[in-house]
């Protein structure tokens, strides 16, 4: 059980996976002055698919919080002492467990209850699945009554998303479609049912987490912030050499071309 006082609206989304991007961070060796300038990522390898997470959930809680305000939106909800779940969304239409999934630059599939990504088969909606029937079983025993809990698989601003068949007790949709779906479907819930079940999410007898320290998430933002810049200049550095390169590439091939048309004309 949480701790006295505790409020899962005080948490942030990607909390808990930006709070361990920050401290994995914090054992990686500094970069030197001539990977800065080339622009080598500050990122370890074990803390890229870390990154990207939390990335994602930041984006997709940031939409989720615009819904408006017949909805609630929990973020980061530890459902017991090893895992969170990204999101909790309760409104008119129902009550959601969203997982965010970021795939920068990828092609994705959806097609007989399976997520395909860059060719190859992904479990998010199995893992989905999953939560929401966890959630489900928690959310009714605390509520004294069924409350029926979707799950949701947002998948971040894909480069193409082709949902070729919707996967059974289960949707997939991208985050630039995510707040006009969820604004589109029937409303199953009145305004008193989303305050009870937000009430009771919100409640730290429901789960089955352990005593959370109290985390300035103002600090965490602002860390993490840092990274994210970071980041992003050495993206800037790697564009620059890269153009740099192809520039010379260019006008090496410019030259020889100009030296031999003038060798094939030259009398």
Same mark, same amino acid.
Do not use: C
């Given at each position: 059980?949480?701790?006295?006082?505790?409020?899962?609206?005080?948490?942030?989304?990607?909390?808990?996976?930006?709070?361990?991007?920050?401290?994995?961070?914090?054992?990686?060796?500094?970069?030197?002055?001539?990977?800065?300038?080339?622009?080598?990522?500050?990122?370890?390898?074990?803390?890229?698919?870390?990154?990207?997470?939390?990335?994602?959930?930041?984006?997709?809680?940031?939409?989720?919080?615009?819904?408006?305000?017949? #909805?609630?939106?929990?973020?980061?909800?530890?459902?017991?002492?090893?895992?969170?779940?990204?999101?909790?969304?309760?409104?008119?239409?129902?009550v959601f467990v969203v997982m965010t999934k970021n795939f920068p630059g990828h092609e994705i599939a959806v097609a007989k209850g399976i997520i395909t990504v860059g060719g190859k088969e992904q479990d998010h909606v199995e893992i989905a699945r999953a939560e929401a029937a966890g959630v489900t079983e928690l959310l009714s025993a605390a509520a004294g009554g069924a409350v029926r809990v979707q799950s949701l698989v947002v998948v971040v601003n894909p480069k193409k998303l082709v949902v070729r068949e919707q996967p059974s007790?289960? #949707?997939?949709?991208?985050?630039?479609?995510?707040?006009?779906?969820?604004?589109?479907?029937?409303?199953?819930?009145?305004?008193?049912?989303?305050?009870?079940?937000?009430?009771?999410?919100?409640?730290?007898?429901? #789960?089955?987490?352990?005593?959370?320290?109290?985390?300035?998430?103002?600090?965490?933002?602002?860390?993490?912030?840092?990274?994210?810049?970071?980041?992003?200049?050495?993206?800037?550095?790697?564009?620059?050499?890269?153009?740099?390169?192809?520039?010379?590439?260019?006008?090496?091939? #410019?030259?020889?071309?100009?030296?031999?048309?003038?060798?094939?004309?030259?009398?």
């Amino acid at each position: 059980m949480m701790s006295a006082g505790y409020s899962l609206r005080s948490r942030v989304p990607g909390q808990s996976v930006m709070s361990r991007v920050i401290e994995s961070q914090k054992l990686v060796p500094a970069r030197s002055r001539i990977a800065r300038i080339f622009g080598f990522s500050p990122l370890s390898v074990e803390n890229r698919a870390l990154y990207r997470a939390a990335v994602g959930e930041s984006l997709v809680g940031e939409a989720l919080d615009h819904l408006g305000p017949e #909805w609630d939106v929990l973020h980061d909800v530890p459902i017991d002492e090893h895992y969170e779940i990204d999101h909790l969304a309760i409104g008119p239409p129902g009550v959601f467990v969203v997982m965010t999934k970021n795939f920068p630059g990828h092609e994705i599939a959806v097609a007989k209850g399976i997520i395909t990504v860059g060719g190859k088969e992904q479990d998010h909606v199995e893992i989905a699945r999953a939560e929401a029937a966890g959630v489900t079983e928690l959310l009714s025993a605390a509520a004294g009554g069924a409350v029926r809990v979707q799950s949701l698989v947002v998948v971040v601003n894909p480069k193409k998303l082709v949902v070729r068949e919707q996967p059974s007790d289960a #949707w997939v949709v991208s985050s630039r479609q995510l707040v006009r779906w969820l604004a589109k479907l029937p409303r199953t819930l009145d305004g008193a049912e989303v305050a009870y079940i937000s009430d009771v999410a919100d409640r730290e007898s429901t #789960w089955k987490a352990v005593p959370a320290p109290g985390q300035d998430t103002q600090v965490l933002h602002a860390e993490f912030a840092e990274l994210r810049e970071e980041i992003a200049s050495a993206t800037r550095a790697r564009v620059v050499w890269a153009t740099v390169a192809f520039l010379l590439f260019a006008g090496t091939v #410019w030259t020889t071309v100009a030296i031999l048309t003038s060798d094939f004309v030259r009398p």
